[in-house]
C-alpha cells in the first residue's frame, strides 16, 4: 500500500507544482538506524507531521496522503489536532482529484479577493 501512497503523492507534488504552489515534504518515515533516528530527533525531526506542506501567501496547509483506505497513525491524529488548534489546515488528500479541487478553490479565492481589491 505504501507504494500506491507514494505515487498518489508524487502525483499531488507534480500538480502542485505545474500551478505555481510552493509545496515540500518532509521525509519521516522509512527504516533508519538507531543512531539516525535519535539524530533526527534531536534536530528537530516529529512523529506524526504530516506528508505536504503548502505555502500559500498567508496561510499554511498541512496536507496528509493517504490511500483510500489509509488510516491515519495516532501520532498523525495528535499533529492535526495540534495544527488545526494553532489555526492552520489539515487536510488528507486520498487522490489526485483532491488536489484538484484544493487548486480550484484557491484559484477561486484568489480571483474574488483579487475582484475585491480593485
Known sequence: MKHIEDNIQAGIVKLLRLNGFLVFSVP??????????????????????????IVLDSRVVFVEVKTATGRQQDTQKVFQERVEQLGHRYEIWRSIRDCAVFINNEKKMKKRYLQLKL
Open 28 to 53: 519521516n518515515g522509512g527504516q533508519r538506524s538507531a543512531i539516525t533516528g535519535a539524530i533526527l530527533k534531536k534536530t528537530g525531526a516529529l512523529a506524526g507531521v504530516s506528508d505536504l506542506i
